[in-house]
């Protein structure tokens, strides 16, 4: 059981908003700690999509979009496309387990 | 920016041990942290732990405390990850991924992946 939590899937009609919550804990989001969040599209390795919360790195289209608030952060994905379809991991440090933790996964299907 | 080579997929019986290295390609790791990170077949990520090679220091996940070793040679430009007393379940991929700050744990960019098979 990971120490983040995520809905194992979420999908969305080409065009639609869909949303990724990440809930932790008083150990790990609560506490402060900076969420990130990793796109893995198959047959690929994860890549950096969100980093500390809300920022893009270069060439992450501004569809993309984080936030955090309390022991929660969220992922947003506009104008959803079908090249979207893939994992998505976020990403924290917890104190409890003295290091990083990743939530479970959730899977992007475009209808 | 450096590019990471990972070494070749592996076959191992369990209780045996693997070493997976892991080349900086177009510069070193002096200045970067290297983190290793697994991902079970059709499962999510799992962080096993880092090493500071500037600092020479090192941090694990508990999971993998006492099993896993995580080194880097004396000209940064390379890095290994082993890890002992293999069971089925630790067949996955592992990855090295890189941090540009020691002090944070995000993951800037990823390598190829290694898959390591355990089987009898």
């Known amino acids: 059981q990971s120490v983040l939590t995520q809905p194992p899937s979420v999908s969305g009609a080409p065009g639609q908003r869909v949303t990724i919550s990440c809930t932790g804990s008083?150990?790990?989001?609560?506490?402060?700690?900076?969420v990130h969040w990793y796109q893995q599209l198959p047959g690929t390795a994860p890549s950096l999509l969100i980093y500390?919360?809300?920022n893009r790195p270069s060439g992450v289209p501004d569809r993309f979009s984080g936030s955090k608030s309390g022991t929660s952060a969220s992922l947003a994905i506009t104008g959803l496309q079908a090249d979207d379809e893939g994992d998505y991991f976020c990403?924290?440090?917890?104190?409890?387990?003295?290091?990083?933790?990743f939530g479970a996964g959730t899977k992007v299907t475009v209808l | 920016q450096v590019q990471l080579v990972q070494s070749g997929a592996e076959v191992k019986k369990p209780g045996s041990s693997v070493k997976v290295s892991c080349e900086a390609s177009g510069g070193t790791f002096t200045n970067l942290v290297i983190n290793w990170v697994r991902q079970a077949p059709g499962q999510g990520l799992e962080w096993m732990g880092r090493?500071?090679?500037?600092?020479?220091?090192?941090n694990y996940a508990q999971k993998f405390q006492g099993r896993v070793t995580i080194t880097a040679d004396k000209s940064t430009t390379a890095a290994y990850m082993e890890l002992t007393s293999l069971r089925s379940e630790d067949t996955a991929l592992y990855y090295c991924?890189?941090?540009?700050?020691?002090?944070?744990?995000?993951?800037?960019?990823w390598g190829q992946g290694t898959l390591v098979t355990v089987s009898s």
């Open positions: 991924a890189i941090s540009r700050a020691s002090g944070s744990y995000l993951i800037d960019f």
């Open positions: 008083s150990s790990n989001i609560g506490a402060g700690y900076d």
């Open positions: 090493i500071i090679p500037l600092l020479r220091i090192t």
């Open positions: 990403q924290s440090y917890d104190i409890t387990m003295s290091g990083s933790v």
């Open positions: 500390s919360n809300i």
